[in-house]
């Protein structure tokens, strides 16, 4: 979905998506190769006519106007985080380590330079960023000691907004949009937007909090719990932290920040550039992930400030952490060829005459603390079995958080509700194994809560691994629908090799069947499948991996299972989200449609979505539409079809 343009091996990398984005490359971010290595960078902004470049961890500022050359502004700066042009042609910059303001005439260093380390009584700490009102000219800077400054130049009258430590964390930038100057409230996954300076007004906008944190006052949430002190960490543990926002369209685009270096209990997640519609969707965690854009590297890259121009976003990519850093890097999206994600009231409408495969995201978190969701969802597809034509229910493990009877018996009571209604097939996840749901090992209480008896309620159970026959980790399920016949696979996390072998022999019994692939852990959130420690959360991360029975991941599976057979159509998989497709071609030429799911870190722990499969009658045209019966609300994700 992206491209490289690599400018030079010892320059800036643009990763440049869409015709628009690498036609401005080419205009906007030419000549790099002339100014030697760049890393490091957090911001790339354009003021008219001319580019900026803040490189080096802030250390260097390099410019150029129009298609001219670039150049080295000769100041010395400190971790700068960004510059803005003030409506008298000069120019500040957020010297932000050397915890200072600088004023330039001229970037070329030819005019007069102002440098404010004190500016109306207070003494600056850490000055994050700074912008102008595009319609009174105000200027605005955001400090780390929770100070807003407002002035028209700074050697003039200054005013000063002092918020508390209730009201603001750690922010990192201040936007323009909607009329309003907003402040990001980076370390709290907020947005505050400013109604009245003079008067000291705001309406706050919050992100969903973590799971685990959720419903608990204030006085009630341990330090090692909160996130207001900490700028980093992931979704489970943290919530969005924002490293910047900005509007262009109807849209909102956020990019986040998530990072080993502060992550709470080490539980970390991948950066993030997301975007969402309105301020009520991202209060209730219905964002569109656009994080696939972000390329690949030996070490994570994350998006930081936000820069939109002639339709065209522009976020550097920094490395981390920064002494692995040998290149900069910059991500430049088309935004006109992205397809927007439209959330629809109600739930989909059924096809006539086709039929539907219902997906249960990892529901972890309905077993652990929201249980009502789970029955929620499994009396949904009770009661519209038949209006939708539902042949199966196929649910992609972490059925539990904990491994616990506890839970298990939340879920058994959920599928309860279904069970005459529809069959299911279940894999498990890596939660539902070990002690405490810790994958130290492959136990698990999976197979007294999914029994053979279940199964054996409906005609379409075929059997389960030839090696464990009272267990039920590994199944397989047949049924006829859309004038074809098909296979379903429902494996374990990270299924050992001689589950493959028992796997292969299953797909080569059925050879007129399509084959449908449930397992928990095997296409990543970006579209790419799970490959050794390439990504976060992988199968090769946990414990099962080191048992001399093996544990296979993602492209594992491709090779050793998937791709080898002519009559393999679908993957469907969850474990991190929130929603990927890849598309493969096999060693016979058939397509396979890989697919993951999973709304775990949403609000409420999921917000009771669903997905629906809904084939067409022909039985090949599929359209992937996602429900929540909570919210009633659905969203159509894509359509692809499945040959015969």
Wanted: overall charge negative; some cysteine.
């Amino acid at each position: 979905m992206w491209r490289s343009n690599s400018i030079t091996a010892a320059a800036l990398t643009v990763f440049a998506l869409g015709a628009s984005a690498h036609a401005l490359a080419a205009d906007r971010l030419a000549g790099l190769a002339t100014i030697g290595k760049t890393c490091g960078v957090p911001q790339v902004g354009i003021f008219g006519d001319v580019t900026t470049i803040l490189a080096n961890m802030g250390t260097r500022l390099y410019f150029k106007v129009g298609d001219g050359a670039w150049s080295k502004a000769p100041i010395d700066l400190d971790h700068a985080h960004s510059l803005a042009r003030l409506p008298n042609g000069r120019w500040l910059i957020n010297d932000t380590d050397h915890h200072r303001l600088v004023q330039l005439d001229d970037l070329s260093g030819t005019g007069r330079t102002v440098a404010r380390s004190t500016i109306a009584g207070i003494t600056l700490r850490r000055p994050h960023d700074q912008l102008v009102d595009p319609v009174k000219r105000d200027i605005y800077v955001i400090a780390g000691d929770r100070h807003l400054f407002r002035f028209k130049d700074l050697e003039g009258p200054i005013d000063v907004w002092t918020f508390t430590p209730e009201e603001l964390g750690y922010v990192r930038a201040l936007s323009w949009f909607d009329g309003r100057l907003h402040i990001v409230n980076s370390s709290r996954g907020e947005v505050l937007r400013i109604d009245s300076y003079a008067e000291h007004r705001y309406t706050r906008f919050r992100s969903p909090r973590p799971a685990a944190l959720r419903g608990k006052p204030s006085t009630q949430i341990a330090a090692s719990e909160s996130r207001d002190d900490f700028d980093a960490g992931s979704l489970s543990t943290t919530g969005l932290i924002l490293n910047d926002v900005e509007k262009h369209g109807d849209w909102y685009y956020a990019t986040n920040d998530f990072l080993v270096d502060y992550a709470l209990g080490g539980d970390t997640g991948p950066a993030r550039l997301i975007r969402w519609r309105s301020w009520a969707d991202f209060e209730q965690g219905r964002w569109q992930d656009l994080s696939s854009y972000i390329p690949k590297a030996s070490s994570p890259l994350v998006p930081y400030f936000i820069t939109i121009h002639d339709n065209v976003l522009y976020t550097p990519l920094q490395l981390v952490p920064d002494e692995k850093c040998d290149q900069g890097s910059v991500l430049q999206l088309d935004l006109e060829t992205l397809s927007p994600t439209v959330h629809a009231a109600g739930p989909p409408a059924p096809v006539d005459g086709g039929f539907t495969l219902a997906v249960l995201p990892d529901t972890q978190n309905y077993t652990w603390q929201r249980p009502e969701l789970y029955t929620l969802q499994t009396g949904w597809l009770a009661a519209n079995a038949d209006r939708y034509h539902l042949a199966y229910v196929l649910h992609v493990g972490d059925i539990t958080q904990h491994n616990n009877r506890e839970e298990w018996e939340v879920a058994r009571r959920a599928h309860l509700i279904c069970k005459d209604a529809v069959p299911s097939a279940f894999a498990s996840g890596n939660h539902d194994l070990g002690p405490n749901g810790e994958t130290a090992n492959r136990d698990s209480l999976f197979s007294d809560y999914i029994t053979l008896a279940d199964y054996r309620r409906h005609s379409g159970f075929g059997g389960v691994y030839d090696k464990e026959p009272t267990r039920t980790e590994n199944s397989y399920h047949l049924f006829d629908a859309g004038g074809r016949q098909w296979l379903i696979l429902a494996l374990e996390f990270g299924p050992r090799d001689d589950v493959v072998r028992w796997a292969n022999d299953v797909v080569a019994r059925h050879r007129a069947r399509s084959v449908i692939l449930v397992t928990h852990a095997y296409l990543f959130s970006d579209g790419t499948r799970y490959e050794g420690s390439k990504q976060q959360y992988s199968p090769a991360s946990f414990p099962t991996a080191r048992s001399p029975a093996g544990s296979n991941d993602g492209e594992a599976l491709w090779r050793k299972l998937v791709s080898r057979h002519r009559n393999f159509a679908l993957v469907v998989s969850g474990h991190v989200g929130i929603s990927a497709h890849l598309e493969s071609k096999g060693e016979h030429g058939n397509t396979v449609h890989q697919i993951v799911v999973d709304y775990q870190n949403v609000d409420n722990g999921g917000n009771g979505w669903l997905r629906l499969l809904q084939f067409q009658p022909d039985g090949q045209t599929v359209t992937v539409r996602d429900y929540s019966p909570l919210l009633n609300e659905a969203v159509e994700r894509e359509t692809f079809v499945i040959p015969r």
